[in-house]
């Protein structure tokens, strides 16, 4: 019922039927009194015990239209997986089998049954996106900026020198002596000119979830 009113099941965290809570198994009569209420930013306040959603989800999968929340949720070393090419079928299918939450501005996809974390997001504005999930899913104290590949999402490595030599341009052979390398693709990272990007952008994060808490 909730859901035809086009409310997905992954924002509901509390119904009461007649000032009662229920679950989503719960069969609603007629001439009953329904009170519907999203995950609470601020700690949950009404029958803390029958809250439907789960905020401690630390893994993701996005779908294929969000490559800038993406790759600021990587940069601060979140996990989140996202295939450009992936369709509806494969997301519900990640984000059941590896406990996934799905992050989408796709309503129906998140109806899916089989979907049972997920997030819909509000904004179209990668930043203002990256910061309602680090919100919603409380992950502000798991945020460690450069520790995952922004391409694949796999954990970096440090590297030595002489191992990622050949992959690096002359000017920084000369000026770059530490390295860190993704075993997932072999993308090699070190502290060049796009690093001073990367970390503003690190910090342009921190300050909006500063300013908004
Ligand atoms: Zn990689």
Redesign the pocket.
């Known amino acids: 019922m909730i859901e035809a009113c086009g409310v997905p099941h992954t924002e509901v965290d509390l119904i009461l039927v007649n000032g009662q809570p229920v679950n989503f198994a719960g069969i609603l009569t007629q001439d009953v009194g329904v009170d519907v209420y999203p995950p609470s930013e601020t700690g949950s306040l009404l029958f803390p015990e029958d809250r439907l959603q789960v905020r401690n989800i630390e893994k993701f999968v996005a779908d294929g239209h969000l490559g800038k929340l993406v790759r600021d949720l990587r940069l601060l070393g979140i996990d989140v997986t996202c295939d450009p090419a992936a369709e509806d079928r494969q997301l519900v299918t990640t984000s059941s089998n590896e406990e996934r939450a799905l992050l989408t501005r796709d309503r129906r996809l998140l109806m899916h049954a089989a979907v049972r974390h997920g997030y819909y997001l509000r904004s179209q504005n990668p930043l203002e996106q990256t910061i309602e999930v680090l919100r919603r899913f409380d992950l502000g104290s798991r945020v460690t900026p450069f520790s995952r590949?922004?391409?694949?999402?796999?954990l970096?490595e440090p590297a030595k020198k002489a191992e990622v030599l050949d992959q690096l341009e002359p000017l920084t052979k000369i000026y770059y002596e530490q390295f860190r390398r993704?075993?997932?693709?072999?993308?090699v990272y070190w502290s060049g000119s796009h690093f001073d990007k990367l970390r503003a952008r690190v910090e342009e994060v921190r300050a909006s979830l500063a300013d908004q808490s």
Do not use: E, F, K, T
């Open positions: 590949c922004l391409r694949c999402n796999a970096l993704c075993p997932g693709c072999g993308q």
